[in-house]
């Protein structure tokens, strides 16, 4: 179990390819490099037959440092090698987002979360006037008791009169002012929002029927893999959706959900790329540590990067707090997430059978 999960991108990425073998069908280079100097690069490997009708999709790292969870999964599913049904295959994404799995970074190279960046940029940039309001809360210039103090009574307040819904939706939703900020969408696609385009033009043409496992970490129980879908409820992908992996999917719209629904997420972003596929897109989010500690860790990390010293003495005790709740190292957690992950991958080629 533990040789499924590795410490670094470059190891993960050593694994996967090594697993994958002659199965690796493409590499896409990443123009910058990783914090020792190493390459970076989005690989593709294929179980099945090269012209199969049906292709499930599974990837890992689209938030980078999210990516150790996925990156096992698919590890697993190379080594284990499941049987599938006729006509039907698997394309793994490795590591989406490179720059941000090598520097244990949530956001990519530009500070871009890539599951806002899926925009059609040639129209008005949406509005967030909740995180307009919030931003200098969420991010403080300084981090120190005295200014997190002031800026949890600016969050509180924002919640008290608001309510969790728009806390959720003005803090996570994503916005598209404030480059330095969180959850911050972009101007522009990014070098992973194209990989994504090149995927589907190079390796999904034609293809009729697709379906998109992918793999995030960070929110919900302890080791729990939620299926989730940011699919308007009701529509033809999302009652598909429904029958594939039932009552536990949720939906990011409905009033109740405790994630910021948003539609420049990857979901929006496969069915844009390769329109010409019924798909059936999911993501999968494991549970890590509390939502407080998350947030608390996710804020400080990018304070370092905004207004701190990312090469400074506080540097590492930060970034290891960002990899442990996106990345409990810990047995109990690691099992899970494997078998959940097989769990749903069969979920996936039992549904796509069907189609
Ligand atoms: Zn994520």
């Not at 002031?150 to 598209?176: C, I, M, N, P, W």
């Amino acid at each position: 179990m533990d040789d499924l999960f590795s410490p670094t991108y470059t190891e993960a990425r050593r694994r996967f390819r090594e697993a994958a073998g002659s199965t690796v069908i493409a590499s896409y280079a990443h123009p910058l490099k990783g914090p020792a100097g190493e390459d970076l690069a989005t690989d593709l490997a294929r179980l099945g037959p090269k012209d199969a009708k049906r292709v499930v999709v599974v990837e890992s790292g689209t938030h980078g440092a999210e990516g150790f969870c996925g990156s096992a999964i698919q590890l697993d599913l190379l080594r284990a090698r499941p049987t599938m049904p006729h006509d039907t295959a698997i394309l793994l994404v490795h590591a989406l987002n490179p720059h941000g799995f090598a520097w244990v970074r949530r956001v990519t190279e530009d500070n871009v979360d890539l599951n806002r960046n899926f925009l059609d940029f040639s129209k008005p940039l949406p509005e967030n006037p909740g995180y307009d309001e919030m931003a200098d809360a969420l991010l403080p210039k300084r981090w120190d008791e005295a200014s997190l103090a002031a800026a949890k009574s600016v969050l509180d307040g924002y919640r008290a009169k608001h309510g969790e819904r728009a806390f959720v939706t003005g803090s996570g939703g994503g916005q598209y002012k404030h480059p330095k900020g969180l959850f911050y969408g972009g101007t522009q696609p990014t070098w992973s929002n194209r990989a994504v385009e090149k995927i589907c033009k190079e390796h999904l043409a034609g293809v009729p029927h697709a379906a998109l496992v992918d793999i995030h970490s960070g929110l919900g129980p302890y080791g729990y893999g939620e299926p989730l879908t940011t699919l308007v409820p009701g529509s033809p992908e999302e009652t598909r959706a429904r029958a594939w992996y039932g009552t536990e999917l949720r939906n990011t719209r409905t009033p109740d959900s405790p994630y910021a629904g948003t539609e420049a997420s990857i979901i929006t972003g496969y069915t844009r790329y390769a329109p010409w596929a019924a798909w059936t897109p999911i993501g999968l989010e494991f549970g890590t540590r509390p939502r407080e500690d998350v947030r608390r860790a996710l804020r400080h990390e990018h304070w370092l990067y905004a207004y701190g010293d990312p090469k400074g003495a506080e540097a590492p005790a930060i970034k290891a707090a960002l990899k442990d709740v996106f990345y409990p190292d810990e047995p109990a957690w690691k099992e899970k997430v494997i078998a959940r992950g097989r769990e749903i991958v069969c979920k996936a080629l039992a549904g796509i059978a069907t189609a």
